[in-house]
């Protein structure tokens, strides 16, 4: 007997040794040991999502992990989860990933695999949505600008210059998550399919190149899509679950999506807590009861909701978007978007009505809620030195040179990649003065000098300018802003900076 208890001491030893020397050694890196777990992923039949074989319901928070320093990700996951969440969305920025064609970067505020391994670790479900477009209210809907160095490129389509820049940071980014699915041990349960492509639809057959480029690279969970009302008739592709984004209710919506896809469970991908900002507009605000009325509704019915945003964060540097309809509008750094956790990451009212709701769909207590981050105030800013835009000049290098005005994103900077935001200097020698007409080919506004002497702006609204008669030559310096490349709509083709001779 004392034999059998030393053999079954030693195989104990053995096993607790090996497993401590995988997890330390590089071994555990190469292969991780959830490669070698297969649970059941989610399903959605019979009305309603199964995990493991067991119903469950989707009580979901959108939250951008390049919208978050990622020292704060965690502070904001566990608040998600003392709030009653049990799932997180995220969608992944193409432009930020790849901002040079073929450079690509997962460090620091971009490690994805980092972020899925904290909300794992926070006990947090994840909804993927990887694009390749985001709208988001982010710049170009997530599109890397120097796609737009080609004069023919059509967006979100299967034409070739598109289809293989996204197969190539497909290549990148999916041997990346694919580790991180349910099924394989980790907290992926879902992956969306494009997004909201119903509002766009220029191609029937560009939803299905998307599928096949996900699930060819090994993407094995539900696939998903989201789109609007409106846009749900031409969004959806076959074998993937369409789900529904609103802020009202209509009371036909849930028996529209039915007729869509009969008898499978509901998603609300996206319930909107608020809105996003413009400039020269106020800041949005909805109701916390008209909001709280509505989720009730919802849980009622026995559907499953994501709340986008649950906090929203920042539009950090130059990455915030705008939209083109009747004019065009720029949105703020800003994308507190009214969400129940504040841009700050503070609690506000729609957090603690949505915590005691929430509660309800839970057996046990929810955690406690963590404390608010300390803060500082830093005081006014004063500003005690500046240089001229002229004095700087000096050190940007050569200037470009060409007969005809260059795009910002043709220009031949940044390794053939062009230049992505900011600002643009066009310089041309003129002959005393007269009407100056942008002709619409300022993209979005300018400042325009003569002979460094400020004589006026132009942007969307006002394209003319008088620059005052003086015999000889001079310097006209237009210096254009890209105040942000629209997200959302039919002009994303149209989005090329600085100042141009073609859309």
């Not at 497993?19 to 555990?28: G, N, P």
């Not at 904001?76 to 969608?91: D, I, Q």
């Not at 839970?362 to 005690?384: F, N, Q, R, S, W």
């Amino acid at each position: 007997m004392r034999r059998d208890q030393r053999r079954r001491l030693t195989v104990l030893s053995v096993i607790v040794i090996t497993a401590f020397i995988v997890t330390r050694s590089s071994f555990y890196k190469i292969f991780p040991i959830r490669m070698f777990i297969h649970r059941a992923g989610l399903q959605a039949e019979n009305s309603q999502f199964l995990l493991e074989g067991k119903p469950i319901m989707i009580l979901g928070g959108s939250m951008h992990y390049f919208r978050v320093p990622h020292a704060q990700w965690k502070d904001r996951m566990l608040k998600m989860k003392a709030c009653g969440l049990n799932t997180l969305t995220t969608y992944v920025p193409w432009n930020l990933h790849e901002p040079r064609r073929g450079k690509f970067d997962f460090s620091g505020n971009l490690n994805l695999r980092r972020f899925l391994d904290m909300a794992d670790e926070v006990g947090l479900w994840v909804i993927l949505r990887p694009g390749p477009y985001i709208c988001s209210e982010w710049d170009l809907g997530g599109l890397p600008s120097w796609l737009l160095r080609d004069k023919n490129m059509q967006l979100r389509t299967t034409y070739s210059g598109f289809t293989e820049a996204t197969e190539a940071f497909f290549d990148e980014l999916i041997p990346k998550v694919t580790w991180h699915q349910y099924s394989r041990g980790g907290p992926i349960i879902a992956v969306q399919v494009e997004n909201e492509y119903g509002s766009y639809a220029k191609d029937a057959n560009y939803m299905e190149f998307i599928k096949t480029a996900l699930v060819r690279r090994g993407i094995e969970e539900l696939l998903l899509t989201s789109d609007n009302k409106d846009g749900l008739s031409s969004g959806t592709v076959e074998g993937v679950l369409a789900t529904i984004n609103f802020q009202k209710i209509e009371p036909i919506l849930f028996s529209y999506l039915d007729s869509i896809q009969n008898n499978k469970p509901v998603l609300v991908m996206e319930y909107w807590t608020g809105w996003f900002d413009h400039w020269g507009g106020d800041h949005h605000v909805f109701d916390v009861d008209q909001m709280m009325t509505t989720v009730s509704e919802v849980l009622k019915k026995g559907a499953s909701i994501n709340l986008y945003m649950f906090h929203g964060g920042t539009n950090f540097g130059f990455m915030s978007g705008a939209l083109h309809f009747h004019e065009y509008r720029s949105d703020v750094t800003s994308y507190d978007y009214d969400a129940p956790l504040s841009e700050a990451g503070d609690y506000t009212s729609k957090y603690y009505k949505l915590r005691d709701l929430l509660s309800k769909f839970h057996v046990d207590p929810l955690p406690p809620v963590p404390p608010l981050i300390p803060k500082a105030t830093y005081g006014a800013v004063e500003l005690k030195r500046c240089i001229s835009l002229w004095d700087v000049l000096i050190s940007t290098g050569e200037p470009s040179r060409s007969e005809e005005p260059i795009n910002m994103e043709n220009l031949p900077v940044n390794d053939g990649n062009g230049q992505s935001y900011g600002y643009t200097l066009y310089e041309a020698v003129i002959y005393g003065g007269g009407k100056f007409h942008t002709n619409g080919n300022v993209r979005d506004r300018a400042q325009v000098f003569v002979s460094t002497q400020s004589v006026g702006s132009v942007d969307y609204k006002n394209q003319e300018l008088n620059i005052p008669e003086v015999p000889g030559y001079r310097k006209l310096q237009i210096l254009v802003e890209n105040c942000g490349r629209v997200n959302y709509g039919n002009r994303l083709n149209e989005q090329r900076k600085g100042k141009d001779t073609y859309s």
